[in-house]
């Protein structure tokens, strides 16, 4: 079989195209693109085209299959779409950095309050009120737990992410961890009542379990390869919104900052419920366009998307 690889402007990339053998898979074609212009198979994005000004999404190539199953009919030739994602890192990797520079940088303001000193305060003895040790090991507790549950929980689709990515989403984290830090470990800190700290950090940890068991029923969603796309997530809140995980976690962030009541934190819990919510739609759009009760499919049941009565 002979496929010809093109641009996105109809520009053949591989002089002459790419001989294959009959059985070939779209595997086995991303390793000859890579041997012949030395983009990994990560970073290749393989689809087939489309005509000029349709509106139709273009069908993805799926490395595991046959290319014969591209081919419809003519199984001598193929025509692919070829696009560079640019350099990519494995989802792991990617979560792995944003949540580990929070779980290091927190604690060096409390740990070692002379880093004040640079913001014009004077390296006095510093005692802590309980509400910024608390704190300090919820915090820790709260990343902690994303990393092990990135590496022994999720079971993502996606292999890779942009390496772009990376430094988008650490700046995010590593700034919001430094700016909470130095608030809620500052100096003149002043601490909220001995109840309101003990409602927030209690009402904070039920969220994590719950959200850890929200994590708990996604994973079981698919097989120990990754496979089974996206199902109806069903139990416990998943019976009430489409995005529990992300209710959980918004309210687990409210939970802190009832505890801890600092402008910072409040600001992070906005910035997260805005990013949450609209991901949370795009999710709730998704599932109800896969189970839309056509063809013997089940209608998606949720109503709500992540907090009723308002989404
Ligand atoms: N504070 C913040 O700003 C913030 C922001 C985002 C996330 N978080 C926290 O990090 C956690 C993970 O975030 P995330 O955005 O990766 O969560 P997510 O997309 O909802 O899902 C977590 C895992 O479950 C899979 N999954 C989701 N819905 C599924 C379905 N219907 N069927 C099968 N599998 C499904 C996902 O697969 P895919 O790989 O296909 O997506 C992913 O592997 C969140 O739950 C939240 O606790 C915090």
Same mark, same amino acid.
């Given at each position: ?20 053998? /009959? ?45 014969? /199953? ?13 696009? /560079? ?28 309050? %002379? ?64 700016? +909470? %830090? ?22 904070? +940890? ?63 819990? %906005? ?41």
């Amino acid at each position: 079989m002979k496929v010809t690889l093109v641009s996105r402007s109809g520009r053949e990339i591989v002089k002459g195209g790419i001989e294959l053998g /009959d059985s070939a898979t779209v595997a086995d074609l991303q390793e000859a693109i890579h041997k012949r212009i030395k983009k990994h198979p990560s970073r290749q994005r393989l689809t087939l085209p489309v005509q000029p000004g349709s509106k139709e999404k273009p069908v993805v190539l799926n490395y595991k299959k046959s290319l014969n /199953d591209y081919t419809s009919g003519n199984s001598e030739t193929l025509t692919v779409q070829f696009k /560079d994602l640019g350099p990519q890192v494995s989802y792991r990797t990617l979560f792995f950095f944003e949540y580990l520079g929070p779980l290091l940088l927190y604690p060096i303001f409390y740990y070692y309050p %002379a880093v004040y000193k640079y913001f014009g305060y004077k390296d006095e003895h510093v005692i802590h009120h309980p509400v910024q040790t608390y704190a300090m090991y919820y915090w820790c507790f709260h990343y902690a737990k994303r990393i092990l549950e990135t590496f022994f929980v999720h079971r993502f689709s996606h292999a890779t992410s942009p390496l772009s990515n990376v430094f988008r989403n650490c700046a995010y984290y590593w700034t919001f961890g430094c700016y +909470i %830090a130095y608030y809620v470990n500052h100096p003149l800190y002043t601490p909220v009542s001995d109840l309101q700290m003990k409602i927030g950090f209690g009402f904070g +940890i039920l969220c994590q379990v719950s959200n850890f068991y929200c994590h708990i029923i996604l994973r079981n969603l698919r097989g120990p390869a990754g496979e089974g796309g996206y199902q109806i997530p069903r139990g416990f809140l998943f019976n009430i919104v489409t995005c529990a995980n992300y209710t959980t976690e918004i309210y687990q962030w409210l939970g802190f900052n009832i505890a801890t009541q600092t402008i910072a934190g409040y600001v992070f819990v %906005a910035v997260a419920t805005f990013i949450m919510t609209n991901w949370a739609l795009a999710k709730h759009r998704r599932l109800k366009k896969l189970f839309d009760g056509k063809e013997g499919r089940p209608r998606y049941p949720r109503r709500w998307v992540i907090l009723p009565p308002f989404l």
